[in-house]
C-alpha cells in the first residue's frame, strides 16, 4: 500500500508540531535579534566615541559606521530575498554570519578609520541582513497556525529589547578590560555564533516538504504585495516610524544638555525608555490574541496617538523633570508595542507565499527612512537652532499614522458594506422562469 506525497507531508507537519524543535527554531532567532538588532548598535554607539579620540577624526564621519550598519541590515531586506531565492537560505545564512563577524575582526586590526567604517559599516550590514530577514521567515514556518505564528513572532522581537538594556552595561565592562578595539574583537567571538545558530535552526526547521520554494521569481508579480490594504498602511506607518519615531534616542541627550541637565539625567531617562520598551514587548505576547481581533493595525490608531503625545512632551514640558520621566516610559512602551508587532502585522496582511517579500519590503522601507531620518532631525535642529521641532514633527508624524489606521478602519468598513450588498442582491433571468 502506497501513502501520497501530500499524505506524508500532512504527517510530517503533524508529527513537526507536536515535537518541540519549532521552539528551537524560535530561541535562535530570538538570539539573532539579541545580536544583530540591539547588541551591534548599541556597542558601535558606545565605541564611536573611543575612536573619535584615537583618531581625531570627526564625529559625522565616524557615526558611519553605524548608520551604514543600520541602513544596510534593514535597507538591504529585499536584496537579501533576491539573493535567498537564487542561492538558497542556508548558505546565505552562513556567509552571511561569516562575512559579518570576520568584518567586525579585521576593523579591530585595522589602522585606516576609513577602512574600519567600511568593514563594520558595510561588512557587518551585508552579512547580517541575512539573519535578519530569515529569522522572521523560519519562525512563520515553524509555527503553521496564524495566532501561534503572530504570538511568537511578537515574542522574538523581546530579544532586541533585552540587547538594548544587557549592551551597554556589557561594552563599559570590555571598554574598561580591553579598549575599543578588544571590545570589537570580543563582539566578533560572539556575532560567530551566529553560524551555530544557523546550524540549529537549519537541523530543527519543519519539513522540505512544507518549506520549498519557486526559484522561478518575478518582480513584477510581487506588486501584489501592495494590492493588499492594512500591508500598504503599514508601509506608510513604517516609513514615518523610521524618520522620525527614534527623535528621542538620537536627540534626547543632546536637547536635555543645552538645557542645563546633566548627562546622567538623560542616561536614567534613555534607561526608563528601555525598560519600558523591553515592557511593552513582553506585554504584547499575552495580548497578541487580542491585538489581532479584528486587525492590528485598527489598534495602532490609539497607540500612535500616544506615541504622539510621549513625543510632544518632552519640549512642552521641559522645565518638568518627573513629566519627562513619564514620557520617556510612554515612550518606551508605545515604541515597543509597535516595534514588536511588525511580523504580525505583515503575517495578518500577507498570504504565506508572499510573506517573505513582505517582510524584506517592510525592513527596506524601514532601513532606508532610518537613514534619511537622522539627516532630517539634524537639518530641522541647525535651521530653528533647537530640538523642540524635532520633537513636535516626530508628534506630528505619529498623528499621520494614527490617522492611517483609522482611516484603514472606515475603508474596511465601507469595502464589508460593499460585499453584503452584492452578497444579496441576487439577479433574476427572465429565461429561467420561461
Partial sequence: MTTSSGRKSTLSRENYDKSNRRYVVFAGSLFIHFIVISMAPAMLGI??????????????????????????????????????????????????????SLSFLAAAFSKSLIAIVLLVGVGGGCGFVFPVFLSFVNVRRAFYSHSSAAKFLTAMTIGAGVGLLVTPYMTEFFLREFGWRGTIMMAAGLFFHLNLIAVVVKINLPPSEETKESKNFKWRDQVAIFKSRPFSVYIFDVFLFGMFGFAETWFLPDFLVSN??????????????????????????????????????????????????????????????????????????????????????????????????????????????????????????DVTGGYDGVFYVASISSIFCSFASLLLILVDKLYRKKDRKNVHSTTISIISHL
Fill in 260 to 381: 542645563n541637565y546633566t548627562k546622567e539625567d538623560a542616561a536614567l531617562l534613555l534607561t526608563v525608555s528601555g525598560v519600558f520598551n523591553l515592557g511593552g514587548r513582553i506585554f504584547a505576547v499575552p495580548l497578541s490574541s487580542f491585538f489581532s481581533r479584528p486587525k492590528i493595525l485598527y489598534h495602532w490608531s490609539y497607540i500612535c496617538l500616544a506615541l504622539a503625545l510621549s513625543h510632544a512632551l518632552y519640549p512642552y514640558f521641559l522645565q518638568s523633570y518627573l513629566v519627562l520621566i513619564l514620557a520617556s516610559g510612554l515612550y518606551g512602551i508605545c515604541e515597543g508595542l509597535l516595534n514588536s508587532q511588525g511580523g504580525s502585522v505583515v503575517l495578518q496582511s500577507l498570504p504565506m507565499n508572499l510573506y517573505p517579500l513582505g517582510i524584506a519590503t517592510d525592513i527596506t522601507c524601514y532601513g532606508v527612512s532610518s537613514a534619511v531620518g537622522g539627516y532630517i532631525g539634524g537639518f530641522i535642529r
Fill in 47 to 100: 565605541v564611536y566615541v573611543d575612536v573619535i579620540r584615537e583618531f581625531k577624526a570627526d564625529a559625522s564621519l565616524v557615526a558611519l559606521m553605524q548608520s551604514l550598519y543600520r541602513g544596510i541590515v534593514f535597507g538591504g531586506g529585499l536584496i537579501a530575498e533576491l539573493v535567498i531565492r537564487r542561492v538558497g537560505e542556508f548558505p546565505c545564512m552562513m556567509a552571511g554570519s561569516l562575512l559579518g
